[in-house]
């Protein structure tokens, strides 16, 4: 094991410059060294400040065409909320002062772009102040096909209709090698990427997310990273990156796994995970959000100290990770997230999906945010 980081590494670090081959040999140095590294370029983009949003999760059907091997969520049988059903959700996410909703679900057989936009407008019309989280980029691509639209046309009337930011999620491992196993059904790669671009340059931000932990290797989780950043320097429409460990119970993928003696990752490779993903995205993107659903309370709180500077929302129902096997709670109350922040040494700061209020990215970097046309 090396027992230094190389002072030209550290250098590329700080101009935002890390490489591949970086991060390898970092993957290589004793853990806390890379801690310690992670979390000094933490202080330098975040501060002692860590971020949580009030929300909450909207999953409106379990219901599903697609194939994903890694999925516990999908029941083909299961339930479809009326829009009725969803706005009382949202009613409920107003009375606990939540600022977004965040709202997915499976795909829908034959059901295009006007369900989506009828949702969005019905929380406009009752509540414009509320921020419309939503619609991943494979629900984009979905809707959009079966209403014989581009993408982009897709894109636009979905704003037009009230939708603020989309969840970067679907991204999975960004390697097509890798989607071939685990969802070969799903949007490739470059179809994900262009989603993303085209709802940046629809003034829509986009999170980005990374779900680890299953059937990649180390190079290819470096490499989704990698993309991650070029979208960014391209773009600057990603708002935080969120690493997310494979809950392997329930789905044909983690129980192939199981069965070969692979469990889910161990704590010390989720937290390197934390602390690759702040150097290689430093000075490109300044918040990664630790999952307390999927790490745990304890381990998120470790890895505010790893280069993790959000705790995420406190999302008032959670149905996807626990069908998966997570076993850490589907709600959690601002006190209590705010006890887990000062509990880790840290300043809580409740945010908006834009991460207003937080550390201003907008005013230090107006020009990235300029060119996403970001507006809240």
């Known amino acids: 094991m090396n027992s230094k980081i190389p002072d030209d590494l550290i250098e590329r670090a700080h101009q935002g410059k890390s490489t591949k081959e970086d991060a390898l040999l970092l993957l290589g140095v004793p853990p806390f060294e890379l801690f310690r590294f992670a979390d000094e370029l933490r202080d330098l983009a975040a501060g002692d400040t860590v971020t949580y949003v009030v929300n909450r999760n909207i999953n409106f059907t379990s219901r599903c065409v697609g194939t994903c091997g890694f999925c516990a969520f999908r029941d083909n049988k299961g339930y479809l909320l009326s829009l009725e059903e969803i706005m009382e959700k949202v009613r409920e996410a107003e009375q606990a002062k939540a600022t977004e909703v965040c709202i997915q679900g499976g795909l829908l057989p034959d059901v295009g772009l006007d369900f989506y936009l009828g949702i969005a407008e019905a929380i406009k019309a009752e509540f414009p102040e509320m921020h419309i989280h939503a619609f991943s980029p494979m629900e984009v691509y979905h809707a959009s096909h079966i209403s014989g639209l581009k993408v982009s046309e897709a894109l636009a009337r979905l704003k037009r209709s009230g939708l603020d930011t989309m969840p970067g999620t679907a991204a999975e491992i960004l390697s097509d090698r890798v989607r071939e196993i685990i969802c070969p059904s799903k949007l490739s790669t470059s179809e994900w990427v262009d989603v993303v671009r085209q709802a940046h340059a629809a003034g829509i931000p986009t999170t980005a997310t990374m779900m680890y932990g299953h059937v990649e290797t180390p190079e290819e989780r470096i490499e989704h990273m990698l993309i991650i950043r070029e979208i960014q320097k391209e773009t600057g429409g990603i708002t935080e990156f969120v690493p997310l460990p494979f809950m ?128 809240e």
Request: net charge positive; aromatic share 6%; proline share 4%.
């Open 248 to 375: 392997p119970y329930n789905n044909p993928v983690g129980e192939k796994m199981i069965r070969e003696g692979r469990y889910a990752t161990p704590g010390l490779d989720d937290l390197k995970i934390y602390a690759i993903s702040r150097i290689l995205l430093h000075g490109h993107i300044d918040n990664i959000q630790a999952s307390w659903v999927k790490l745990g309370k304890k381990l998120a709180q470790f890895a505010l100290h790893c280069g993790a500077n959000d705790l995420g929302g406190t999302l008032m129902e959670e149905s996807i990770s626990r069908l998966a096997g997570a076993s850490n709670g589907e709600s959690i109350s601002v006190e209590e997230l705010e006890w887990m922040i000062h509990g880790a040494g840290r300043v809580p700061k409740e945010r908006t999906t834009l991460y207003r209020g937080a550390h201003e990215l907008a005013s230090r970097n107006p020009g990235r945010i300029a060119r996403c046309r970001v507006s």
